[in-house]
């Protein structure tokens, strides 16, 4: 499994993605989900994949080539008009990577499938976030909807429910992550650190705030054990119940 | 779905279980989901069901038929000289139905399958708890595995996982629950108030502290309002996170 977050705030867009894949529980190996396209100055965009590896390489790998020589190959990401355009273009690529493999003579239901979230922004018009299903269409997050989960996204949802707050920092936002991606670590051994995030900051056009968070990464076991006491206080906090326990 | 879940305390048992059963979206119903049985001063035992509710009620039809005229009818719950046989009796009943809905010639794979959480004391023992799979066996909750979870049970599980404490009373007990049946409420339209209760304090040997929280009850809506805030009070004591952010 896999879980990855892509979340809008009035600042830019923030990415987070587990490094776990496994076919299995005892074949065990750490991928990077998270690819970055940079154009300085001109375009940023974000690719998080869930779901089948080698689906989600694959996917990778076409759209880099592509991209890679933009001028001797179309369709190419660096050249897309618009964020619509990529989503369409990347979400042709799945659709085209899993059609590939089922004509392939192989029968595997949904076991090819795969799960994306794209973000970035073009110059000349804002950041726009999109997550793509397995059949290449796709929606895209808005104030009502302003972030996607993808791969094992329950245990750190209610968090992210309660919490999320377009206006935070990106600083505020990283940390709200990190105990979105602890309560997943803890409950589901297939989502693993370290973890991937790219905070990118609206018209900036460039790829920092990049950076990688280990399992032994001091702030974030501080993170990881004071929130079961924050939590225990946050309870503490709520008004008694009076139901029937006399 | 359903979300119901049973919790080992140094006092005693806790259960609760929410009522919503649906056949797709557009059919919903309200049933309850818990069953207690009590002999006054003997025994008490509750059952949770999650899973084909047609199952899960035959299920209970049977146990109780053989229950209320137990020297008629054997086995009966009411008979069961332990926990341990109880269990087995409500494990062999749910894989007859299961079998017998299976052989009258319908194919559904996994349709037909439920999972119960088993719960009580009978004088003599402490209180034992259950959590019984659609194959009849069974497992025992214990220090370490202090409570169990059935149906929906993701969204709630890392407030259970972090806060649970076997020395809380049944009042900071049943908030912890609703806490987390309201964070399964607001992110699963098949789980559903009102919510049923159930604290047994060991040695009682008696139904008491039963209850129900309606929707509206405005204990619980103080809480699911009041719990995002206590929440992002609790991020914001967690100590701050100085990754690639300026």
């Not at 005892?26 to 089948?52: C, H, Q, Y």
Request: glycine share 8%.
């Amino acid at each position: 499994m896999t879980y990855c977050v892509g979340m809008m705030l009035r600042s830019g867009l923030v990415f987070m993605s587990d490094t776990r894949t496994n076919a299995g529980l005892d074949n065990i190996s750490t991928f990077k989900k998270m690819t970055i396209w940079e154009e300085p100055g001109e375009r940023v965009m974000t690719l998080m994949s869930a779901g089948n590896l080698a689906t989600t390489q694959a996917v990778v790998s076409l759209l880099e080539e592509r991209s890679k020589h933009p001028e001797d190959r179309t369709p190419s990401l660096l050249r897309a008009p618009s964020m619509f355009q990529a989503a369409c273009m990347v979400g042709d690529t799945l659709r085209e990577v899993i059609k590939g493999l089922r004509e392939g003579g192989q029968r595997a239901d949904s076991a090819f499938e795969a799960t994306l979230i794209l973000g970035g922004q073009i110059a000349g018009s804002p950041p726009r976030l999109f997550l793509i299903y397995p059949q290449g269409n796709f929606i895209e997050a808005g104030e009502d909807t302003p972030f996607f989960q993808i791969g094992e996204i329950k245990y750190g949802r209610p968090i992210l429910v309660r919490a999320y707050d377009p206006d935070i920092s990106f600083a505020d936002a990283l940390k709200l992550l990190l105990v979105s991606f602890d309560s997943t670590l803890k409950a589901n051994l297939s989502v693993g650190a370290p973890l991937d995030y790219f905070c990118y900051r609206t018209d900036s056009f460039e790829k920092k705030h990049v950076g990688r968070v280990e399992a032994d990464n001091p702030e974030f076991q501080a993170i990881s054990t004071q929130w079961g006491n924050a939590l225990k206080q946050a309870l503490d906090t709520l008004p008694d119940v009076h139901l029937n326990t006399n």
